[in-house]
């Protein structure tokens, strides 16, 4: 059973953390002290004060409750994609290490090509075609980040499949179905999961980047890249709004690091590895 | 050079330029085989469908897929990279300084950070797990979070709001003084080194680290060896091939932080390009760009593999 006291105080703040944003994130419309579009001064970027936490942005809106909901935005994206990178690298790269022959040959040489070029690159060829939209969005940052996927996961699962278990379940008759979620999924699950840290950190960094450079998530809503990008004018005049949501997304990302970080030294240490 | 590497490098060179042409097909079929008609985007909605039918002819629109590609490859293979849709202007023309820019940018960064990199490395491992290493290793790892705006808007406020060091905006122009141009691109410049150092110096550290930990560099110390032998000896040729591999991985990662630098300091580079025509959805210039940048990002990993190759002494000195 887990001890909460041998938690490392490194991974505790992580976990505290992204709670946090999380909770920010789930309960928005409740903590946020105004509305995403309200406006509620008449001069752009107020400075600091007991009124507005963080002061305002660039059209008067409060940044706090702008940031509040940009964690929704933000963490709703970046969690689909994750989901779709994960299920989709995952049930190809099993697939490709069980079927082997032909099926593994194409996808593993096409997985090699769409890695051969860099993410971003490949997102802004395709996103300057597609309309811009959430679904595309995810769509886009799901299907290009599950070749990382695929490829750890057809590593571990070739190691797995030729395991005495595997070769039982093949020659007492079951599916391949059943090999794949029955026998591999559950031995590849440890290496996966504290991928699935790295790659969350990943998706949210990427979404960042496309709605900074004005591709992702449109106005009005923002996430938090796109909140950086409406306040950066200010910059030049000693204004930090826009620095405020980038530090979010550095603090996110570090926390999730952390966590990662620590679950990796776990799984490591239950079959007896480092930590 | 004896046989073996020649026909080793000979393969890994073909190889490379296979997946460029895989890549073009990739790039071109990204924008082409997808949903959207170019003579509708740059007409507009409300174009008559005899004017759409005459842009089409025109841009040679009505033509099977795989013709308007070869066109497309000739083209790009013989210097012509199109005209762009928004502008009307030759791209080749528009990139040429616009590549020379970037590169300029790049090559400064790289200048900086491969040394600063390496030397980190090295002083991580010589104090291994002391409060250095792990004041490096923490450094690096936060720094790995941060998105490139963050760190570039950071040097801006500091550098540029409040002490005015450097300029914010890094214009440059044709007749600025070689001085000039280095004071424009030192903020863009610096945010990339540090965009790129945290992971060049992690790999550095952790490439020095598996020589050192080999048995060879072990027997090397217990036969009496002075440590400056050792590493000369022993353990630099064997590193030296992993060392260059991280610079080179992450030149290739400059490539896409560039991109996002260039458009926090509005600098007239390729990637600020790139992302504008994205926006104006000026399929030419996103085709031709996006091919440049993964052209340039194969081959500085073809030249990571030519080089580990060269330097591996087994490779080079085969039995």
Redesign the interface.
């Known amino acids: 059973m887990l001890d909460v006291r041998r938690i490392p105080i490194a991974a505790l703040v992580g976990i505290v953390l992204t709670t946090l944003f999380v909770l920010a994130a789930v309960f928005a419309p409740w903590i946020a002290p105004h509305g995403n579009a309200e406006i509620v001064s008449d001069v752009p970027w107020e400075p600091m004060s007991s009124l507005h936490w963080l002061g305002t942005d660039n059209l008067g809106r409060d940044l706090l409750s702008r940031m509040i909901y940009g964690a929704r935005i933000t963490l709703f994206i970046a969690v689909l994609a994750t989901a779709l990178s994960f299920s989709l690298g995952a049930i190809l790269g099993f697939s490709a290490a069980v079927f082997g022959g032909w099926f593994d040959t194409i996808l593993s040489r096409l997985v090699d090509l769409l890695m051969s070029i860099p993410t971003l690159i490949m997102g802004l060829v395709v996103l300057s075609v597609l309309p811009s939209n959430l679904v595309t969005l995810i769509l886009v940052m799901g299907i290009l980040d599950s070749t990382r996927v695929y490829r750890l996961s057809r590593a571990v699962a070739v190691d797995i499949n030729v395991m005495d278990y595997v070769e039982a379940a093949k020659l007492r008759g079951e599916g391949s179905g059943w090999i794949i979620f029955r026998e591999i999924l559950p031995n590849a699950l440890s290496p996966l999961v504290s991928e699935l840290g790295l790659r969350f950190i990943y998706a949210v960094l990427f979404l960042s980047t496309l709605s900074f450079l004005g591709l992702g998530v449109q106005p009005p809503d923002a996430d938090w890249g796109g909140m950086v990008k409406e306040n950066k004018d200010g910059i030049v005049f000693g204004i930090g709004a826009a620095l405020m949501p980038a530090a979010a997304i550095a603090a996110l990302a570090i926390s999730v690091n952390l966590v990662a970080d620590w679950v990796l030294n776990r799984t490591t240490s239950l079959k007896g590895g480092r930590g | 050079m004896s046989a073996p590497i020649v026909k080793l490098v000979a393969q890994r060179i073909a190889l490379g330029i296979l997946?460029l042409l895989?890549?073009s097909v990739?790039?071109f079929a990204?924008?082409q085989i997808?949903?959207?008609d170019v003579a509708q985007a740059i007409l507009g909605q409300s174009a008559t469908p005899e004017s759409l039918a005459n842009l089409r002819e025109q841009l040679g629109l009505n033509d099977p897929a795989y013709i308007r590609y070869f066109r497309w490859l000739g083209g790009v293979l013989t210097g012509d990279l199109g005209t762009a849709m928004s502008s009307g202007q030759d791209i080749a023309t528009s990139i040429k300084e616009r590549l020379w820019n970037t590169l300029f940018l790049a090559f400064w960064a790289a200048i900086v950070a491969i040394p600063l990199a390496i030397t980190l490395g090295l002083i991580a491992v010589r104090y291994r797990n002391g409060w250095v290493d792990k004041l490096i290793s923490g450094v690096a790892?936060?720094s790995t979070?941060?998105?490139?705006?963050?760190i570039g808007?950071?040097l801006?406020?500091y550098f540029?709001?409040?002490h005015q060091w450097f300029p914010?905006?890094s214009t440059v122009y044709d007749g600025m003084s070689f001085g000039e141009r280095l004071q424009a691109i030192a903020l863009p410049a610096a945010a990339l080194t540090l965009v790129v150092l945290a992971h060049m110096m992690r790999m550095t550290r952790a490439a020095i680290l598996n020589v050192m930990q080999s048995a060879y560099v072990e027997t090397a110390e217990l036969k009496g060896l002075s440590a400056s032998a050792v590493i000369r000896k022993h353990a630099l040729p064997n590193a030296i091939a992993p060392i260059i591999n991280v610079v080179m991985l992450n030149l290739?990662y400059l490539?896409?932080g560039v991109?996002?630098v260039e458009?926090?300091f509005v600098y007239p580079g390729m990637g600020q390009y790139?992302?504008d025509?994205?926006?104006k959805?000026?399929?030419p210039v996103?085709?031709a760009v996006?091919l440049i940048?993964?052209a340039v990002?194969?081959t500085l990993?073809i030249i990571a593999d030519i080089a580990a190759i060269v330097a591996n002494p087994r490779l080079r000195h085969p039995k």
């Open positions: 997946l895989a890549v990739l790039i990204g924008t997808l949903p959207g790892l936060a979070s941060f998105p490139e705006f963050f808007y950071l801006v406020f540029a709001v409040q914010a905006i290739a490539v896409v991109v996002v458009v926090i790139l992302v025509h994205v926006t959805r000026d399929v996103v085709q996006g940048f993964a990002y194969i990993n």
